[in-house]
Structures are given as structure tokens and as C-alpha cells.
């Protein structure tokens, strides 16, 4: 008769282990995680959890809410303003304004006085020239004066028309011919040779004209030689000078 058969203690302890719940397994693997992180902790190694605490930062979201605000009042206050800008361009258009102004004063000062430079200069030719032809006139004047007395009527009339027609020619471009007889006696347009007693006319009058004078504008070229009566009653001043007293 067979006996039954025993296990033997291998197979009984294999058998065992095929009975061991998941629940216990799972449990034995965290508490063997656990004691290898303090294990790590005491070694002085950073958890996994700490190398994330220390990745992220600490207060991401309030630093940019405290910096973002006094950012954007610094901008503000960098840029100006609309009504500074406007300010900024009345300044600059009005600085403009007032160069164009005295440029353009400045341009008239110098085409004013280029003019009257200009203007001199041709005076200054043209008197030139007169002063150069007034001894001819007086040639002429004395063959006028020499004829008239010695009866040469022919010369006399001759003579008489080119003296007129050179005469005309210069009082064209502006000469004037000082011939003051009968008049007031006028040291600036004048010279006086002699003096003539005369009681029938106011004192200091041109009695007579030896030689005519000429003048261009207010200069004179030359002025004319006369003779003035003396002895007489005073002669009034003009109103002009009487009014300015």
C-alpha cells in the first residue's frame, strides 16, 4: 500500500510565497523608498522635492506685481506729454521765426547799403566829370560876356546856343547852377569877394555874380563868387528858422 506523498520544505516555502498579498508587497517597497530618502536627507543630498522647491522661484508672481507698476509710472514720466510737445513746437517755431526776421533785416541793411554805395559811386563819377567841364562853361560865358560888348552879333548868337544846349545837357543828370544875384547871401552855396554899400536892399544881399556856382543833389561842386551889399535895413529870417526858435 502507497504511502501519501509529503511536501518537502522547498516546495512548502514556494507555495508560501505564491500566498503573499500585492497590498504587502507595495508597502514594503515605499517603507524601503522611504529609508533610502532619509538615508539621502542625512547623508545631506536634496530630495527630489527640494531640487523643485529650489527650481521654482519664490515669489515669481509678486515681484512682478510690485515692479510692473513702478515700470510703467517711470515711462510715464520719461515721455512727454501732448501739451509739452506742443509747447516743445511753438518754442521752436517762434526760435525760427526770429532768425527769418533778422535774416531778413539783416538782407535789406545790405541791399540798402549796397544801393547807396552804388548810388555814390555814380554820384562820385558824375561829379567827376561835371567838375572837368565846368571851366568849358565858363569859356563859354566869357566868349558870351566879349561878344555882347564888342557888338559881334553873329559869335554872339552862335556861341550862345552851344552854351545853352551844353548847360541843358548836364542840368539833365542832375547838375544845378548856382546863380544866387538878388538873393539872400548863403555861405554854403557862396563866396564872397567883395562887399557893396547898399541902403536900397536888405543887408547881406548878392549884388552881382563873377562867377556862377554848380552843385549835384546837396554837395556843392563849387560854389559861386559874388559880391554882398552892406548898409542896409536887417533882413527878416525865414519862418522856418523863426519857428524852430
Known amino acids: 500500500m502507497s504511502q501519501p506523498s509529503t511536501p518537502s520544505p522547498a516546495r512548502a516555502a514556494q507555495g508560501e510565497g505564491k500566498q503573499i498579498p500585492i497590498e504587502d508587497v507595495r508597502a514594503a517597497a515605499e517603507g524601503s523608498q522611504q529609508q533610502g530618502c532619509d538615508a539621502n536627507a542625512g547623508d545631506g543630498a536634496p530630495s527630489s522635492s527640494d531640487a523643485v522647491a529650489d527650481a521654482v522661484p519664490v515669489d515669481p508672481q509678486g515681484s512682478a506685481e510690485g515692479g510692473a507698476p513702478e515700470a510703467a509710472e517711470a515711462a510715464a514720466q520719461s515721455q512727454p506729454t501732448s ?46 566829370l561835371v567838375s572837368g567841364l565846368i571851366p568849358v562853361i565858363d569859356d563859354f560865358e566869357r ?82 563868387m559874388v559880391t554882398v551889399t552892406t548898409g542896409g535895413p536887417k533882413r527878416e529870417k525865414p519862418q522856418e528858422d523863426a519857428e524852430k526858435k
Not at 521765426?97 to 562820385?124: G, V
Request: no cysteine; hydrophobic share 40%; glycine share 6%.
Open 143 to 224: 566868349t558870351i560876356d566879349y561878344a555882347t560888348k564888342n557888338g559881334e552879333t553873329g559869335l554872339f548868337d552862335g556861341v550862345k546856343a552851344v552854351h545853352a544846349k551844353f548847360v541843358g545837357v548836364l542840368t539833365k543828370d542832375g547838375v544845378q547852377v548856382i546863380d544866387p544875384a538878388g538873393e539872400a547871401f548863403d555861405a554854403l552855396e557862396a563866396q564872397a569877394v567883395a562887399t557893396v554899400d547898399d541902403a536900397s536892399v536888405p543887408d547881406e544881399t548878392v549884388s552881382e555874380v563873377y562867377q556862377k556856382g554848380y552843385k549835384m543833389g546837396s554837395k556843392v561842386l563849387r560854389p559861386a
Open 83 to 128: 501739451d509739452e510737445l506742443v509747447a516743445q513746437a511753438q518754442a521752436e517755431a517762434r526760435e525760427w521765426q526770429d532768425k527769418f526776421m533778422r535774416l531778413h533785416a539783416e538782407w535789406d541793411t545790405y541791399r540798402r547799403r549796397t544801393t547807396e554805395q552804388r548810388e555814390a559811386e555814380k554820384a562820385r563819377a558824375t561829379e567827376k
